[in-house]
């Protein structure tokens, strides 16, 4: 089975600070990916990747970077907290495969609050 | 822009029911629809992908179904438990391998 994980389950921050989230799979897969989870509002990309060193933008990118230097791991990083922030942050994998067959497997979450 | 949506938005049922959940998506030129079980607090479990080119897929007591043409899917459960008590997700890929749209889902209780 593939195995996603997040490094921290419940996390909290001061405003202004900077956060480093934390996310590694062990299939090998190409893709991974950032979605911050908000009630009412489902599951939104901020960013993915599609290989080491590569990244691209998704929905609402602003106020957030990634890095990606090897490639089981890929990291979210806020440069600035701030209280909109506050949200849980879901990881996922997926192998690049054929395209219509490749499922995304997620990770436990990531529960931020930012003071 | 793709857009799916989920109805309900709750659901409770009794024990050993069987019950359908139904995602509705705007547009049909997809390459597969995913659906996921989160617990409260918890990441997304994969449950059964559907490919384009696939009417359905069962696993266990799930079975889920998939027309393109009229934009919906569903998944059916069938002799429901308590253990089933979860919000189910449909996650449309459409519009480029990357791009995934999720619904916000159905919460789902099974009452013993």
Known sequence: ?115 | KQEVTQIPAALSVPEGENLVLNCSFTDSAIYNLQWFRQDPGKGLTSLLLIQSSQREQTSGRLNASLDKSSGRSTLYIAASQPGDSATYLCAVNSGGYQKVTFGIGTKLQVIP
């Not at chain 1, 897969?29 to 998704?58: A, C, T």
């Open chain 1, 1 to 115: 089975d593939v195995k996603v994980t997040q490094s921290s389950r419940y996390l909290v921050k001061r405003t202004g600070e900077k956060v480093f989230l934390e996310c590694v799979q062990d299939m090998d897969h190409e893709n991974m990916f950032w979605y911050r989870q908000d009630p009412g509002l489902g599951l939104r990309l901020i960013y993915f990747s599609y290989d080491v060193k590569m990244k691209e933008k998704g929905d609402i990118p602003e106020g957030y970077s990634v890095s990606r230097e090897k490639k089981e791991r890929f990291s979210l990083i806020l440069e600035s907290a701030s209280t909109n922030q506050t949200s849980m942050y879901l990881c996922a994998s997926r192998s690049t495969g054929q395209v219509t067959n490749q499922p995304q497997h997620f990770g436990d979450g990531t529960r931020l609050s930012i003071l």
